[in-house]
Structures are given as structure tokens and as C-alpha cells.
T-cell receptor, first 116, second 115 residues
Framework: DQQVKQNSPSLSVQEGRISILNCDYT??????FLWYKKYPAEGPTFLIS?????DKNEDGRFTVFLNKSAKHLSLHIVPSQPGDSAVYFC???????????????FGQGTILTVHP | NAGVTQTPKFRVLKTGQSMTLLCAQDMNHEYMYWYRQDPGMGLRLIHYSVGEGTTAKGEVPDGYNVSRLKKQNFLLGLESAAPSQTSVYFC??????????????FGDGTRLSIL
């Protein structure tokens, strides 16, 4: 039972345009969401997060949106750059008051390719 | 700053052999985790630890054991390797404070093949 799903295995965009990566979850106990970026032969790198008390969080070119009623989050990258080409994982954690011990449930990942 | 270091980076085992994967972190983090990544399945939690001397099972713990004798180290053991354990293994650590857990920091992975 996949509690966190990324339904698009891949996404291709032109440099300078917007990249939108999507993620859906089923567990209503999740209250902290993260995006990780992964290059080949490296470990995932933390990109941006959002708590369930917010619906938007920005960090430079990266913005994460959370729609709790739809159990959906998205990552927007504007403008996209060739160096953004990587696998992007969304992840979710429940009980941010400490009861989940930070355990993460990951989506399957989306391969983003940004063409020059 | 090394962050999270995993050794070895690659290993090939025969079915039935045993081995230990080592994870070391230099960030003084309380929490540590072991994940495996398989094609099309994202990362799945094997075991985790919330402090020195403590361990707990994650989503896919069968066939693995762990130990956290020192705060900075988290060991993952395979007692009798099986082909189904062929995977890329990632270790991660995170800080905790005021009831919240920070983002996890990952090592670069160990690619393990079981023949």
C-alpha cells in the first residue's frame, strides 16, 4: 500500500520554464512534508519542506504547495536550470510533535530533465 | 565536514554470506536510519535508532539486524544474504529538538549485489 505516490515517473522541461512536480498521499496523519533531490551515485539531498499548518513555503527558485483537503503537494521550480536535472522524491512524516521520530515515507521519485 | 559516511560503497556477496554495512555521522545527531532503494519503489525504511543503545524496526526489517553502540555509528547487518536483498542502501541522520525532527541528511549509499 503506497502511502505516498508520485504518479509521473519523468518530466521534461525547457531551461527557463517552470517545472511542476506532483505528489499525493493517503495517510491523514502525515503533517510534515519534504522534497529531496538526488543525483546519480549520490545520496538524496534535502531541498525544501512544509508543515501541515502552512499551504506554501518558498526558498529561492523552489516553492512547495500543500493542499491538505486533496492530500496533494507540489514542487515548483522557477526558472528551471539544466543543473536541476535529477530525481526528485517527495517524503512525508507523521506526528511532528516527536512521536514519529522523523521516520519518512517516500514516493517513487520523478526524473526531471531540463533541456538547455 | 564529512556529514554521513557509508562504507563500503560497493559489495558483491554470495547467497548465504554475511556482512555489515557501516554508517558514521559527525553532526552529533540523535536519530539515525537505514533505508533501501529499489527500482520504482523509492526509499523504504529498514530500521532506525533514536539514540545510542536503542533501535527499532521500520517498514521492511526482515533479514536485517542493526546496532547503535556509539552515537555516531549505526551498523546494518545481513546475517545470511539473499538475492532479494540486492539493493542500494542509504543511511541517514537527523537532529531533534523541542519535539521536532529536522530533515534527514543522507550518505552516498552502498550498492550491494547478492549472487
Amino acid at each position: 500500500d503506497q502511502q505516498v505516490k508520485q504518479n509521473s515517473p519523468s518530466l521534461s522541461v525547457q531551461e527557463g520554464r517552470i517545472s511542476i512536480l506532483n505528489c499525493d498521499y493517503t495517510n491523514s496523519m502525515f503533517d510534515y512534508f519534504l522534497w529531496y533531490k538526488k543525483y546519480p551515485a549520490e545520496g538524496p539531498t534535502f531541498l525544501i519542506s512544509i508543515s501541515s499548518i502552512k499551504d506554501k513555503n518558498e526558498d529561492g527558485r523552489f516553492t512547495v504547495f500543500l493542499n491538505k483537503s486533496a492530500k496533494h503537494l507540489s514542487l515548483h521550480i522557477v526558472p528551471s536550470q539544466p543543473g536541476d536535472s535529477a530525481v526528485y522524491f517527495c517524503a512525508a512524516s507523521g506526528g511532528a510533535g516527536g512521536t514519529s521520530y522523523g521516520k519518512l515515507t517516500f514516493g517513487q521519485g520523478t526524473i526531471l530533465t531540463v533541456h538547455p | 565536514n564529512a556529514g554521513v559516511t557509508q562504507t563500503p560503497k560497493f559489495r558483491v556477496l554470495k547467497t548465504g554470506q554475511s556482512m555489515t554495512l557501516l554508517c558514521a555521522q559527525d553532526m552529533n545527531h540523535e536519530y539515525m536510519y537505514w533505508y533501501r532503494q529499489d527500482p520504482g519503489m523509492g526509499l523504504r525504511l529498514i530500521h532506525y535508532s533514536v539514540g545510542e543503545g536503542t533501535t527499532a524496526k521500520g517498514e521492511v526489517p526482515d533479514g536485517y539486524n542493526v546496532s547503535r553502540l556509539k552515537k555516531q555509528n549505526f551498523l546494518l547487518g545481513l546475517e545470511s544474504a539473499a538475492p532479494s536483498q540486492t539493493s542500494v542502501y542509504f543511511c541517514a541522520s537527523s537532529a531533534t529538538g523541542r519535539g521536532l525532527t529536522g530533515p534527514q541528511h543522507f550518505g552516498d549509499g552502498t550498492r550491494l549485489s547478492i549472487l
